[in-house]
């Protein structure tokens, strides 16, 4: 098993979050990426090797990291943490794999990828920002145990202390 990750088990299926390798960003996610129209960071000219470029980028930093989602070692969507050296980190969610949106996944998702940062890097608090307009992000991260933190020009902050947060759906989850 390779270290850091978490396999957890939903619905009798298995998923994967570990830390992303440039091998696993591909043309699907490339695209998927292009599509999307609430993430922040994306450059406007995105290709393969852009990409591939951008996650190098961020492997190296000490202040950001991105971890995938992953069934049947297919990258199924990511998680995007910064300001690493601080107490509470920025984070983001992707789930891009049409085969797993509207199912409820992206709320466990999200929660997870706190778990993994608490279980690994001991960091327990957490802040997405999201978009007014981003209805399924907003309730994802309400179900995931978000709470409002404020209000900003076109969006909110959302806040969570993993550490004190154990949310109901977890119960039907298996982690090994």
Known sequence: MEKN???IEYKKKIFLLRKIKIRDINNK???ALKQNKFLASIPTKIDLKR???IVKKINNSKNRMLIGFFNKNNLIG???F???NRKKLDIGIFLFNKNFT???LAKIFI???GFYMYHFYKKKYFIAGIVKSNYKSL???KGAGYKLLNKKKGGYNYFLEIENHNPNFTKNIKLY
Do not use: H, P, R
């Open 78 to 80: 990511t998680s995007g």
């Open 51 to 53: 990409q591939k470029e």
């Open 102 to 104: 509207g199912k409820g």
């Open 111 to 113: 929660w997870y990828a």
């Open 5 to 7: 990750q978490i396999n």
């Open 82 to 84: 910064q300001n690493l």
């Open 139 to 141: 309730k994802a991260f």
């Open 29 to 31: 996610y490339v695209d």
